[in-house]
């Protein structure tokens, strides 16, 4: 049966990425491969809008997180962290296991934290050394407001803005250097469109100071020495070479559809998705400020998502996400991201639909759908 991949990472993979991981394997210390990573690197600057270098980890998205943690700070620093899904959750327990003192602000799951308060914990207590947020948090279908952040930490010579974007880079236009983002970390399984393997950071002369002081322990996400290695277009130590092979192709691909377009196409979509959940009289469970890389969607009343998620995967070879942790069965979560178009949309639409009157549900069919199309045509 076709398989139909709708989760907010991992997410498809053109058949161009495909192809190049097919080929046979090269040398990473060799020549070809050199010319490959040099290659990369412009396409990575462009993506993150940066003119500084994007390094990356043979790792999945979370160790680029961990590099975001040990490369910049110091034992017993304090830092602030927005905790507002299970993402934030997982900045807090990296700086917990470094030995950092995490505030943290709360914000109610599906809301996105007010900048304002930001500005008011960071007047209370100057000795914070960094903020740490999402740029959108995939667990809630939320987007903070990172650029209203960055005006707030700009300024600030002692505090360091460290965000995660790993469902952002790609969906949004990030301006990493006009925002004076610190750092910016992503994973290659979201808008990147190639499988788990790769994760990426960017990193502003503001953080690379405090990289010079940062005494938390640290080896094989040692940024230093990937900078050394990856600035002579070598990597420090053996990359996932297939998935660079791929890269670079994806790469392309955005460059050739523009950044722009590839941002305007995930606002479209989600536009589309939003429109269509509600349209079945299904609820969003983030409408204020929602992620234009996924949609969550509350569950039909009366029923576990787990169910209809289930439905979906055994009867119709569709993926969504399911809620986690306390979301589990209360939420269900539509990815548009990477390599989706309208018809994916279409697809996820029409299959919601007809798992929901396999259910029960009391849904008039093709509302949804039609409710997508009508935004997609315009
Ligand atoms: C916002 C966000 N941060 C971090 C991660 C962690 O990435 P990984 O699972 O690749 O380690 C994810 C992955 O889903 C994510 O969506």
Same mark, same amino acid.
């Given at each position: 049966?076709?398989?139909?991949?709708?989760?907010?990472?991992?997410?498809?993979?053109?058949?161009?990425?495909?192809?190049?991981?097919?080929?046979?394997?090269?040398?990473?210390?060799?020549?070809?491969?050199?010319?490959?990573?040099?290659?990369?690197?412009?396409?990575?600057?462009?993506?993150?809008?940066?003119?500084?270098?994007?390094?990356?980890?043979?790792?999945?998205?979370?160790?680029?997180?961990?590099?975001? $943690?040990?490369?910049?700070?110091?034992?017993?620093?304090?830092?602030?962290?927005?905790?507002?899904?299970?993402?934030?959750?997982?900045?807090?327990?990296?700086?917990?296991?470094?030995?950092?003192?995490?505030?943290?602000?709360?914000?109610?799951?599906?809301?996105?934290?007010?900048?304002?308060?930001?500005?008011?914990?960071?007047?209370?207590?100057?000795?914070?050394?960094?903020?740490?947020?999402?740029?959108?948090?995939?667990?809630?279908?939320?987007?903070?407001?990172?650029?209203?952040?960055?005006?707030?930490?700009?300024?600030?010579?002692?505090?360091?803005?460290?965000?995660?974007?790993?469902?952002?880079?790609? $969906?949004?236009?990030?301006?990493?250097?006009?925002?004076?983002?610190?750092?910016?970390?992503?994973?290659?399984?979201?808008?990147?469109?190639?499988?788990?393997?790769?994760?990426?950071?960017?990193?502003?002369?503001? #953080?690379?100071?405090?990289?010079?002081?940062?005494?938390?322990?640290?080896?094989?996400?040692?940024?230093?020495?990937?900078?050394? #290695?990856?600035?002579?277009?070598?990597?420090?130590?053996?990359?996932?070479?297939?998935?660079?092979?791929?890269?670079?192709?994806?790469?392309?691909?955005?460059?050739?559809?523009?950044?722009?377009?590839?941002?305007?196409?995930?606002?479209?979509?989600?536009?589309?998705?939003?429109?269509?959940?509600?349209?079945?009289?299904?609820?969003?469970?983030?409408?204020?400020?929602?992620?234009?890389?996924?949609?969550? $969607?509350?569950?039909?009343?009366?029923?576990?998502?787990?169910?209809?998620?289930?439905?979906?995967?055994?009867?119709?070879?569709?993926?969504?996400?399911?809620?986690?942790?306390?979301?589990?069965?209360?939420?269900?979560?539509? #990815?548009?991201?990477?390599?989706?178009?309208?018809?994916?949309?279409?697809?996820?639409?029409?299959?919601?639909?007809?798992?929901?009157?396999?259910?029960?549900?009391?849904?008039?069919?093709?509302?949804?759908?039609?409710?997508?199309?009508?935004?997609?045509?315009?």
């Amino acid at each position: 049966m076709k398989r139909y991949l709708l989760t907010p990472g991992p997410t498809p993979i053109p058949s161009e990425a495909l192809l190049a991981m097919a080929k046979p394997a090269i040398y990473h210390r060799g020549p070809e491969f050199k010319e490959v990573l040099a290659e990369v690197k412009e396409g990575l600057k462009y993506l993150f809008q940066t003119d500084r270098e994007v390094y990356f980890f043979t790792s999945s998205g979370t160790g680029s997180m961990e590099a975001a $943690v040990c490369n910049f700070l110091c034992s017993g620093d304090k830092v602030l962290v927005v905790q507002g899904g299970k993402f934030g959750e997982r900045w807090r327990d990296i700086c917990m296991a470094y030995g950092l003192q995490v505030d943290s602000i709360d914000v109610e799951w599906g809301k996105a934290v007010d900048p304002e308060e930001i500005k008011s914990r960071l007047e209370d207590d100057p000795s914070i050394k960094a903020v740490f947020v999402q740029f959108t948090e995939s667990s809630t279908g939320v987007k903070h407001d990172v650029e209203r952040i960055a005006q707030i930490t700009g300024p600030l010579d002692q505090t360091l803005l460290i965000v995660d974007a790993v469902t952002g880079i790609g $969906v949004y236009k990030i301006e990493t250097d006009a925002w004076k983002l610190d750092v910016v970390i992503t994973g290659s399984q979201k808008a990147l469109m190639i499988p788990p393997g790769l994760s990426f950071i960017c990193v502003s002369d503001k #953080a690379w100071r405090f990289a010079e002081r940062s005494n938390l322990p640290k080896y094989y996400f040692d940024l230093r020495k990937e900078k050394k #290695a990856q600035d002579k277009n070598e990597n420090a130590y053996t990359p996932a070479v297939p998935l660079v092979m791929a890269l670079r192709e994806t790469l392309r691909l955005i460059r050739t559809e523009g950044l722009d377009q590839v941002v305007e196409r995930h606002a479209r979509l989600a536009e589309a998705t939003r429109a269509a959940v509600q349209a079945l009289g299904l609820e969003l469970f983030a409408p204020e400020s929602p992620s234009n890389a996924v949609t969550a $969607v509350k569950s039909p009343k009366g029923m576990d998502s787990s169910r209809l998620i289930k439905h979906l995967r055994e009867k119709y070879s569709i993926t969504f996400a399911g809620g986690q942790d306390r979301l589990k069965g209360k939420i269900f979560r539509i #990815a548009h991201l990477g390599f989706a178009d309208r018809f994916d949309v279409i697809t996820a639409i029409a299959g919601l639909e007809m798992a929901l009157y396999d259910l029960g549900y009391p849904i008039q069919l093709s509302a949804g759908v039609r409710a997508a199309q009508e935004r997609l045509l315009k």
